[in-house]
């Protein structure tokens, strides 16, 4: 299946400090690499995960691809066609197909409008004028779940679920290819939560669209998710199915990940891994694997070369970057004691 969308060495970085302030200081790289090279692609109706810890990465890349970051370098293709170097207005036409479900549901609606106002504020972003409102409010919040009287509400006026659903609707008006949710379930009642994925699903189905998820939630990811990147200091330091990767983690950060997943079951036996210190400073990367200060694998190599991506010999599409992956039955211990 061709892909919709493809990223290819993407780079993002900010700057520290101003261009005075380097001069005086005397600081020659004045900016953080937020994302350092990443490269992945989503095919059409396709659900993938960008897992990490807070501060990784992921929501930088989904902004990138929308257009409200720029990269450094790097290459974002939409069905075929580059659109990073493209101007606004040529842009435009590509990030119709696209949309973003932001992170925080009730803060991601502007408060001075009402619901149909925030459902048919795409259609007069791009110019389409021949639109009923009321008829197309109505039928974005009928396909949510919820009835048309809630296009008179302000956002004060909802719950975090019903925003949230708001928020899905307003993401589906134009008929997305591709929906980016930023942290979906994130501030939800656990039964809400299952709402919205069950509802995530189903549209879907329905409308055949890919998702990209960005999630700390793993049961998201294991839930709802065809394929899976893990992301550590704006690096993708494992890629594969998820099914593959929850039953075979190839890369010790990733097996940490799985084992501190929270475990409804009561009398579950579990096999904790407590990773050593914390997440290095960007300003400051570690040589080698990055992730070497923190594993409890790591040896000496791993302090000086950095790894590059290998790939499973039995799945071609299972990548990862270590020295020293895991063995098959470690990473089965890990799975049978969750």
Do not use: W
């Amino acid at each position: 299946m061709s892909a919709l969308l493809r990223v290819e060495d993407l780079r993002v970085r900010f700057r520290t400090m101003g261009p005075l302030k380097a001069l005086a200081t005397g600081t020659k790289a004045p900016f953080i690499d937020a994302v350092c090279g990443v490269s992945f692609e989503i095919r059409k109706g396709e659900t993938l995960a960008l897992v990490g810890e807070s501060g990784s990465g992921k929501s930088t890349i989904a902004r990138t691809i929308i257009g409200l970051q720029r990269a450094v370098s790097g290459s974002i293709s939409f069905d075929g066609q580059e659109i990073e170097e493209l101007s606004g207005a040529e842009r435009k036409p590509y990030l119709r197909r696209m949309a973003m479900m932001f992170q925080d549901p009730i803060g991601s609606l502007s408060p001075r409008l009402t619901v149909r106002s925030l459902l048919t504020e795409p259609f007069r972003i791009h110019g389409l004028k021949d639109r009923d409102a009321g008829a197309e409010a109505e039928r974005l919040l009928r396909m949510v779940g919820l009835p048309a009287d809630f296009a008179r509400r302000y956002p004060h006026q909802l719950s975090g679920g019903q925003a949230r659903r708001i928020g899905i609707a307003r993401a589906l008006a134009l008929n997305p290819d591709l929906i980016i949710a930023d942290e979906p379930t994130a501030g939800l009642d656990v039964s809400v939560q299952g709402e919205v994925l069950n509802l995530l699903a189903r549209l879907q189905d329905e409308l055949g669209m890919a998702i990209l998820i960005i999630t700390h939630n793993l049961n998201v990811v294991r839930h709802m998710t065809d394929r899976m990147a893990i992301m550590y200091l704006g690096r993708f330091i494992e890629v594969g199915s998820t099914e593959r990767i929850f039953e075979h983690p190839r890369h010790p950060y990733t097996e940490a990940l799985l084992a501190a997943n929270p475990e409804p079951d009561p009398d579950a036996v579990l096999n904790r891994i407590e990773l050593k210190g914390e997440v290095p400073s960007l300003m400051r990367r570690p040589s080698g694997c990055e992730f070497h200060t923190r594993c409890c694998y790591a040896q000496d190599i791993c302090s000086r070369v950095f790894p590059e991506p290998s790939a499973s010999p039995d799945d071609a599409e299972h990548s990862f970057r270590c020295h020293f992956p895991l063995e098959r039955e470690r990473a089965a211990d890990i799975v049978e004691d969750r």
